[in-house]
């Protein structure tokens, strides 16, 4: 007596479709985005000015409604510690240098 192994057919490309955003709706984050940074620019400006010289390529997460910042040397030890004060908001995590930014491209 034979035993026949079912044949399974290989799950090809992504298990998730893509999404698939119209114009508008990218314009939209787009404007979204570009406010939500317009509103911590400042914060992060101001912070950054001051900390520079001794906290030099630490992170900060800024949480704009409140104007409340979080300092660490890692990026996830600030972003946790804003998200314990502040759970349901979004923060803007960015290093503390010239630029904002870790690197160059």
Same mark, same amino acid.
């Given at each position: 007596?034979? /035993? $026949?192994? &079912?044949?399974? %057919?290989?799950?090809?490309? *992504?298990?998730? &479709?893509?999404? #698939?955003? /119209?114009?508008? #709706? ?9 406010? @939500?940074? #317009? *509103?911590? !620019? &400042?914060? @992060?400006? !101001?912070?950054? $000015?001051? =900390?520079?010289? /001794?906290? +030099?390529?630490? @992170?900060?997460?800024?949480? &704009?409604?409140?104007?409340?910042? @979080? ?8 972003? =946790? *510690?804003?998200?314990? #004060?502040?759970?349901? !908001?979004?923060? +803007? ?5 010239? %630029?904002?930014?870790?690197? %160059?491209?």
């Amino acid at each position: 007596m034979t /035993t $026949s192994k &079912p044949t399974r %057919t290989a799950r090809r490309g *992504r298990i998730f &479709p893509e999404i #698939q955003w /119209t114009e508008e #709706q990218f314009a939209k984050w787009e404007a979204e985005r570009e406010e @939500f940074y #317009q *509103r911590c !620019k &400042p914060i @992060f400006d !101001k912070v950054s $000015s001051e =900390l520079i010289e /001794t906290h +030099y390529n630490w @992170f900060v997460a800024v949480e &704009p409604d409140s104007g409340d910042y @979080f300092v660490d040397k890692d990026l996830e030890l600030a972003s =946790l *510690r804003c998200l314990e #004060q502040h759970p349901t !908001k979004i923060h +803007y995590s960015c290093r503390i240098n010239e %630029t904002g930014v870790c690197g %160059t491209i």
